[in-house]
């Protein structure tokens, strides 16, 4: 069975670190530069350095990088039980956030939406769609619609904590909880709240939006139950 993407990531960094290219307490290069070197997307970079803090072996320091841990006695183990149900915990408070405001987004946007924004709405879509039928990920398109959405909402408030807490959002899009399924029900959902601000329908959009993230909820954090029963 093909190794999780994850699980070869960190076996690419023990091959950095067994060459001594990176050592404790060393700043890990850019994104981007991780991302050429292991032959992979900065999304899945992303993933990884995150499972790296949940296992204490690197510590991000704000405005300055993300740094190997100094504890000599760090292992690079692939994959942690724990730090499985670390994530699925954070996950499930992103999510909870992400209902308390999009709902109410989407019933403003469906009210205050210009015929211009809903062009670009769909073009969104179409995007998506071209994106699933290629087997490419959508992550990307994916958040653009949600901003697009809170934007569209013509609340200033809204809008600015939307934009403020982007990269906690990200990681509800990571690659790997994102398979075809997922994607497939993604955009379906996505068209649903179209239609509603198409309709000019508060109450619809509400009510699509709501739906949308709970199948998220279910899905994401089914496939964090899987992974966890995998690691017992």
């Known amino acids: 069975m093909r190794r999780k993407l994850s699980e070869q990531i960190l076996g690419q960094f023990r091959e950095l670190l067994a060459s001594g290219r990176l050592g404790p307490g060393d700043r890990l290069p850019p994104e981007r530069e991780l991302a050429r070197i292991f032959g992979v997307s900065r999304n899945s970079v992303r993933e990884a350095i995150r499972a790296l803090e949940e296992q204490g072996l ?14 000599e006695s760090a292992p690079f ?9 670390s994530r699925r915990k954070r996950l499930a408070d992103i999510l909870a956030f992400r209902r308390t405001l999009e709902p109410e987004v989407a019933a403003l946007a469906a009210g205050n ?18 994106s699933l039928e290629q087997g490419r990920d959508d992550a990307d398109l994916d958040a653009e619609f949600h901003r697009l959405l809170a934007r ?3 609340n200033g408030v809204f809008l600015s904590v939307f934009t403020a807490v982007q990269d906690v959002l990200v990681e509800c899009r990571a690659e790997s909880l994102r398979g075809p399924a997922r994607r497939a029900a993604s955009l379906a959902a996505h068209r649903r709240i179209l ?6 329908s508060p109450e619809a959009a509400r009510k699509a939006m709501r739906a949308h993230l709970d199948a998220v909820e279910e899905n994401l954090l089914g496939a964090l139950d ?3 029963a995998e690691q017992s």
């Not at 183990?77 to 149900?85: D, H, K, Q």
């Not at 939406?113 to 071209?130: I, K, M, S």
């Not at 239609?195 to 000019?200: K, Y």
């Open 58 to 71: 690197v510590v991000s320091r704000r405005g300055d990088g993300t740094y190997l841990s100094d504890a």
């Open 195 to 200: 239609g509603a601000l198409e309709a000019r």
């Open 226 to 228: 899987q992974a966890d």
């Open 152 to 154: 569209a909402a013509r």
């Open 77 to 85: 183990e692939p994959s942690l039980a724990g730090a499985v149900r």
């Open 113 to 130: 939406a210009t015929e211009p924004e809903l062009r670009r709405l769909a073009a969104v879509l179409a995007e998506q769609a071209e």
